[in-house]
């Protein structure tokens, strides 16, 4: 049996602090431990909204931002949050962190800060960091785009220099921390952002007077110093990778590969992401309802203004021959577009890009959505230079939109959507799956507690939380040799042998087999993303039902194995035994000896 460290493996820290501070805390007569779970959970939500509050009142200048930023978040639950109907995801308890890192950076890039408030922001950078990487899977994928915003500015001299190398730093700093904390995970040392930001640090030292000079040959150093860090970045990472013999990421490269047009891949795992909805592209609908609140138009608003000023700032200093300046004149020079400002337009720019190519990453952006488009409809800055555009500037008239555009806004969201928000709450449903509640009693009641299960990775899940009982794969797909038993038990739902199946099944120490209908029958998915289809393209065979194949794959020599054992006939009754069954599940007993 292979033992699994769950703390290397998983992001569980939160869930062991929080069964110890329940154990610490006189709670435990009042409130049940799923209670508490849930309520901590929905306590932190509330930061969530308030740190998005306090990063749209410190890009405006006023707490009416901050007021019609968690209006939009609240009226656009549907697009904005899971955490009503997925409660224990990793990013419910990781967004609030980052939310809170946004805000704090928002406040750090400012110019002028006295001394201890720098460094207080900087502390709670860093603890946010800290946190935000704890707490979540995709910790290191998403710091590469914020690294990447910083890269970006930094290049085109919109912020400080210093200041980006903090950020480099902490994120550096956090991601290590948290990779000693999960017993030196390599997936977290093999990460792309820790080779890119010190790719970042190294380049910039060794390319001299990289601001300085005319447009032309400041442009030309710029590409040069991309071409450097890029390269530098593909050598590091592939150094440690090659050191440290990693593997575990591999198959999120190959599903980007595929994703993004260079080339097919008849990879299982590639196809596993591929073909599932939450990493597929945004769906059009998603900016219909956002456009029913009017978050949508005012963001596009907000946006186009935003991305001109940036235009004409990057422009500017580019063309700025003699590019040694104060931080005065830097600020005189930048005064349309502030720091903090051209920070969240590039955040808000490239997890843009990140929502629409992937649908499960859109709560990042949209939740920003609602904050920077609140900044902007607030914002002293863009009303000006709207008003100047065209033709109508007058201090006044910029109190008056400042003010009024957003009350209106307001007064709209709360006639339109108030009364439906209160019939929301006042609903009480029941979460009833009774076939998977018969599964688990039955095998509480009827099987050993050593007992070993194998089947879909979801199910085996609610299998080790019900009953207890050891698993053949683990639901976890961040570790490659994890993803080759899952793989390896999934022929259950492929064209094998009865002989073939038993014996990987038994490779992998398993009494019984659980064969659940919605799988084998699978209609959810279109023909070629079924899961059934996925194993035979890898095994090189034909899928079922009418389409086209490709020429190279062969008709299978056997029947499908899920199909063919409910059959009972005697190849398959000689290795498995049916010993329970209902409308969605069969289980089956394994012989131990052929």
Partial sequence: MRTINLLQRMNIYQEVFLSILYRVLPIQKYLEPVYFYIYTLFGLQAIYVTALYITSWLLSGTWLSGLLAAFWYVTNR????????????REN?????????????????????????ERLTLLAIFVSTFLFSLTWQFNQFMMLMQALVLFTLDSLDMLPAAKATWLYGIQMTGLLLVCILQFFNSMILGSLLISFNLSVLIARKLQKNLKTGSFLNRLGKLLLHL?????LTLFLNNIIKKILNLKSDEHIFKFLKAKFGFGATRDFDANLYLCEEAFG???????????????FYAYIFVLSITVMAALAVAFHNLSDSANQQSMGQMGKCTIILKPETAYNLIHTILFGFLALSTMRMKYLWTSHMCVFASFGLCSPEIWELLLKLIHLYNPKRICIMRYSVPILILLYLCYKFWPGMMDEL??????????TVELMNWINSNTPRKAVFAGSMQLLAGVKLCTGRTLTNHPHYEDNSLRERTKAVYQIYAKRSPEDVHTLLRSFGADYVILEDSICYERRHQRGCRLRDLLDIANGHMMDGPGENDPDLKLAGHPRFCEEIKRNLPPYTAYFTRVFQNKTFHVYKLSRNK
């Fill in 426 to 435: 006042s609903e009480l449903r029941e979460f009833y799956d009774p076939d």
């Fill in 227 to 231: 071409f450097a860090v890029l390269c």
């Fill in 78 to 89: 549907i697009d904005t949050t899971r955490v009503e109907f997925t409660i224990p995801l």
């Fill in 281 to 295: 592209l945004l769906p059009f609908n998603t900016f219909g309802r956002l456009s029913d609140t009017l978050l």
């Fill in 93 to 117: 308890w990781a967004l609030p962190f980052f939310a809170i890192q946004i805000a704090a950076i928002t406040y750090f890039l400012r110019p002028n800060l006295q001394p201890l408030s």
